[in-house]
């Protein structure tokens, strides 16, 4: 998940052309970016690998006694926090992959979860599911808000949970997604098929199908068809400052977007 923070990423203007820079030889199962524009790879060997827009590795980190991880925080420019759901544990690494922290929610005496969210002020947020309320705590196990309703998540559960812009993001593996206030009050609902990849107020930028498609409240707008580059079906993507990084699981490719005036 990164910010909308590139014009060619605006409604309405997702560019329709992408020029391959390059492709690195890494098995990865998601790729993520943040604002910075650096790239996150976690690999089929459960390890973190740390690209520039380039490609060049830039570090690494594995652990071989957690399981596979998800990168839920990228927001903040001095840490990056790993969730390990086999073993509901968190870990807090500077942004050189040094572990600075290690939580274990049983030692927060909190249920089992399969997603979690971290937030820049040091909180968590995950979903309850036996009561279908969101929660939010500080790292100490603390509670400091429930949400006043409750949610259902359309047949699915809880998969992904993102804080940015304040607002946190929930997405679930039937399709629907929660954007929800600091208070955990719901702004908007919406169910989209595909992988949701940003957002920046009431615009949505997901991937489905091969494409890149934007979603606002006039309705679809700006499909990107990738189905061509490379001709790979790509499983994972994320946003750059000036193009895309994605995966077919076997590389990683990353483009750069084409003007318009470059195409003419």
């Given at each position: 998940m990164v910010w909308l923070y590139?014009?060619?990423?605006?409604?309405?203007?997702?560019?329709?052309?992408f020029s391959l820079v390059t492709r690195v030889p890494l098995e990865a199962t998601a790729v993520v970016t943040d604002f910075l524009g650096n790239i996150y790879v976690i690999s089929r060997q459960n390890e973190l690998v740390h690209l520039d827009e380039r490609g060049l590795v830039l570090g690494r980190y594995s652990n071989?006694?957690?399981?596979?991880?998800?990168?839920?925080?990228?927001?903040?420019?001095?840490q990056l926090v790993l969730f390990y759901p086999d073993f509901q544990t968190l870990l807090i690494l500077d942004k050189t992959l040094n572990e600075l922290k290690r939580i274990r929610l049983a030692d927060l005496g909190l249920p089992y979860m399969s997603a979690l969210g971290y937030s820049s002020d040091r909180e968590l947020w995950y979903f309850d599911e036996p009561v279908r309320r969101f929660r939010r705590?500080?790292?100490?196990?603390?509670?400091?808000?429930?949400?006043?309703?409750?949610?259902?998540?359309?047949?699915?559960?809880?998969v992904k949970i993102r804080i940015q812009n304040n607002e946190v993001g929930a997405w679930t593996n039937a399709g629907r997604?929660?954007?929800?206030?600091?208070?955990?009050?719901?702004?908007?609902?919406?169910?989209?098929?595909?992988?949701?990849?940003?957002?920046?107020?009431d615009e949505m930028?997901?991937?489905?199908?091969?494409?890149?498609?934007?979603?606002s409240p006039k309705g679809l707008s700006g499909a990107t068809d990738l189905s061509g580059l490379d001709g790979q079906p790509y499983t994972s993507l994320g946003l750059l400052p000036a193009g895309i990084v994605a995966t077919n699981g076997k590389e990683v490719y990353i483009f750069r977007s084409v003007p318009r005036k470059e195409r003419n």
């Open positions: 590139q014009p060619a990423f605006g409604q309405d203007t997702l560019p329709d052309s071989n006694y957690l399981g596979r991880p998800q990168l839920i925080h990228t927001n903040s420019p001095l705590i500080n790292i100490q196990g603390k509670l400091i808000l429930e949400s006043s309703m409750t949610f259902v998540p359309f047949e699915g559960e809880v997604i929660f954007i929800l206030d600091l208070n955990g009050h719901l702004k908007r609902q919406i169910d989209l098929e595909g992988e949701w990849i940003s957002w920046k107020e930028v997901f991937f489905y199908n091969q494409t890149i498609r934007n979603h």
